[in-house]
């Protein structure tokens, strides 16, 4: 609080509105009476001395309490005063009979919250002592020993809060102990140390697997020594089924592992021995698939091995060889029949078996050669009357003298020749045509020339359609078309224009 400068004086100076110690009357008097003021001003004196010393006194008493002042100059004018030092505050004892209730208060929540999640189960010793604490506090607070029961309070607080702090890795701590315990095939130690951590978390997966492991871990134990009996007396196959019934309890369970794996490699490798003699004996005899089943038996138990992998080659080439003769012997037999799109499947067949199989190469070239051929010529049948035109009737030409150069020629290339010949000579023959028409009419045939205007024309003409056009003035103009094909006599053609226009 700001004190009032103005308030405070020097202790030696006396207030400024000192008290009037001489009465308003006495100059009168003294004018009066010039007798009496010697007396009066020792009086006066007097009292002032006794002014001076209770002011001396009492003064710092009622500085010490500051005065408000109102003043009218501006806030930013005032000086400011020096704050005053603090000030120690002593506590009563219902204060502090408040707080350690509130302390009370929030340990109760927090031991609530604790014991939802089980802490008496796992919390043990350390759980044990602060509730010991916490009730340490409560019967300070009534004995009234108020500084004893916060700190027992305070350490109650903290030691439940350490402890919930700590819960995740007390739970660590129990579960690797219990899979250690397991590993050890201390069953009862596991349990122990599982049943902490389900305490802790109830429904925690590995928990809840290592306490099944260790109820079962005395069963897969016995498992365990029946199947070592049984390898040591000479009955692999015992064993393994023993070492089994353990690891199908707890595949985990590193022992039964470990003795599994290894009866199963000494009950591989007789396996293997047989499988590989059984492969050979398949192979000798000819029988691939026998020989190619027994492999896979072996490859099976020893995947990668250089023998197996040997003996596969072997089998594979043997087999190869095989198939490449009978896909030969199936493309010749195609070829004979003329079937070349199925006898060039079997080439391609071939190659994709063996790229360098050299009767395949030469069936494919050949064979497509021959499948070019049969389109072009099934080409030419579809359309016959094309060869009217001189470019597809050459093209027919070289077609015709190609394909009578292949051999061998079988009776449906020799058919397809004939049947070309046949066409080629039709397409060549030349024909008789006889043009009628009225002397008026101008008639022209595209490709062979203008005719002029006749009543009777004849020509000789190849086998072919041509198209004819006739003109008059003052009529309308007319168009036939000539299909001249070879028969038993001459052809005739009437063209006239006989439309006005």
């Known amino acids: 609080m700001t004190k009032d400068p103005r308030s405070k004086k020097s202790a030696d100076e ?7 110690l001489v009465p308003p009357d006495v100059t009168e008097r003294e004018e009066k009476s010039p007798s009496r003021t010697i007396p009066l001003l020792i009086l006066g004196c007097g009292l002032l001395l006794i002014i001076v ?24 004018a005032r000086p400011v005063a ?17 707080e350690i209730d509130r302390l009370i208060g929030v340990w109760l929540q927090k031991q609530a919250v604790a014991e939802a999640i089980n802490i008496a189960a796992w919390g043990g010793d350390a759980y044990t002592g602060a509730v010991f604490l916490a009730r340490e506090c409560d019967r300070l607070l009534d004995e009234q020993h108020y500084l004893a029961a916060r700190d027992s309070c305070e350490k109650a607080i903290a030691n439940l809060d350490d402890l919930m702090a700590a819960k995740d890795i007390m739970f660590e701590q129990a579960v690797s102990a219990g899979f250690l315990a397991l590993e050890q095939g201390d069953p009862e130690t596991a349990a122990d140390h599982f049943q902490q951590a389900l305490a802790i978390d109830a429904t925690d997966e590995k928990a809840l697997t290592g306490a099944r492991r260790a109820a079962q871990l005395p069963e897969v134990l016995h498992f365990v020594q029946d199947g070592l009996a049984m390898e040591k007396a000479g009955d692999p196959d015992g064993a393994l089924l ?14 039964a592992q470990k003795a599994l794996t290894r009866v199963r490699a000494a009950v ?21 698939s026998a020989a190619r089943t027994a492999l896979q038996k072996a490859e099976s138990i020893r995947p990668g ?19 490449l003769t009978t896909l030969r012997q199936q493309g010749e037999r195609l070829e004979k029949e003329e079937h070349w799109s199925e006898a ?4 391609e067949k071939a190659l994709t078996l063996d790229s360098h199989a050299a009767f395949a190469v030469s069936c494919k070239e050949r064979v497509s050669q021959r499948i070019d051929l049969d389109k072009r010529l099934k080409t030419i049948f579809a359309r016959p009357e094309r060869l009217f035109e001189d470019g597809p009737l050459e093209e027919a030409r070289q077609t015709m003298i190609y394909a009578s150069q292949v051999s061998p020629q079988g009776p449906i290339l020799i058919s397809q020749i004939n049947q070309l010949e046949r066409l080629i000579t039709r397409a060549e023959t030349e024909v008789e045509v006889v043009i009628l028409s009225d002397g008026l009419t101008d008639v022209t045939i595209y490709h062979v020339g203008r005719l002029g205007l006749f009543q009777e024309k004849r020509l000789v003409l190849r086998t072919g359609d041509y198209t004819a056009t006739g003109s008059r003035n003052g009529f309308r103009d007319t168009r036939l078309t000539l299909k001249v094909r070879p028969a038993s006599g001459k052809m005739v053609f009437t063209l006239r224009c006989e439309e006005p226009i």
Not at 53 to 76: G, I, M, N, S, Y
Not at 82 to 98: E, F, G, K, L, Y
Not at 312 to 322: F, P, S
């Open 14 to 20: 006396p207030p400024e509105n000192r008290p009037t």
């Open 268 to 288: 591989a490798e007789k396996d293997f021995q047989q499988a590989m003699s059984h492969a050979l004996q398949a192979m000798a005899e000819g029988r691939p």
């Open 242 to 255: 023993a070492f089994s019934e353990a690891t199908a309890l707890d595949p985990d369970f590193v022992p």
């Open 82 to 98: 020096p704050q005053p030092a603090p000030q120690i505050q002593v506590t009563s004892n219902d204060d502090s009979a408040r």
């Open 344 to 347: 060039l499947k079997g080439c």
């Open 305 to 323: 091995d250089r023998a197996v992998r040997d003996l596969k080659q072997q089998l594979a080439r043997t087999q190869l060889a095989g198939r």
């Open 53 to 76: 010393a209770l002011l001396v006194l009492f003064l710092p008493l009622r500085q010490e309490k500051p005065t408000t002042v109102h003043q009218t100059e501006p806030q930013d």
